[in-house]
Nanobody, 115 residues
Framework: QVLLVESGGGLVQPGGSLRLSCAAS????????MRWYRQAPGNERELVAT????????RYVDSVKGRFTISRDNAKNTVNLQMNSLKPEDTAVYYC????????WGQGTQVTVSS
């Protein structure tokens, strides 16, 4: 059973930073790419960032390019999202996901950017 547990969210002022983490289990983590999604109230879930299984390739939605960095630690089965220069429009619940089990979702972690 795939289990994804997100953490690291919180309330931050515009321009601030947060580092999200996702602990994964129930599959061979190092064989699969990983993704971060977010969902703001009233909006559909949006793909924010992806990383290859080896961590040597990343992609980002245009709105976060240059501000967010996805990374992974295959020894610890974790994927991270470093978020800098946060904006109010980054406010959302953030989720990690894996193509190993696309229908498996964790509880997410709330990020609120507000002064």
């Amino acid at each position: 059973q795939v289990l994804l547990v997100e953490s690291g969210g919180g309330l931050v002022q515009p321009g601030g930073s947060l580092r999200l983490s996702c602990a994964a289990s129930g599959f061979t983590f190092s064989r699969y790419g990983m993704r971060w999604y977010r969902q703001a109230p009233g909006n559909e879930r949006e793909l924010v960032a992806t990383i290859t299984s080896a961590g040597d390739g990343t992609r980002y939605v245009d709105s976060v390019k240059g501000r967010f960095t996805i990374s992974r630690d295959n020894a610890k089965n974790t994927v991270n999202l470093q978020m800098n220069s946060l904006k109010p429009e980054d406010t959302a619940v953030y989720y990690c996901n894996t193509p190993a089990s696309p229908d498996s979702w964790g509880q997410g972690t709330q990020v609120t950017v507000s002064s």
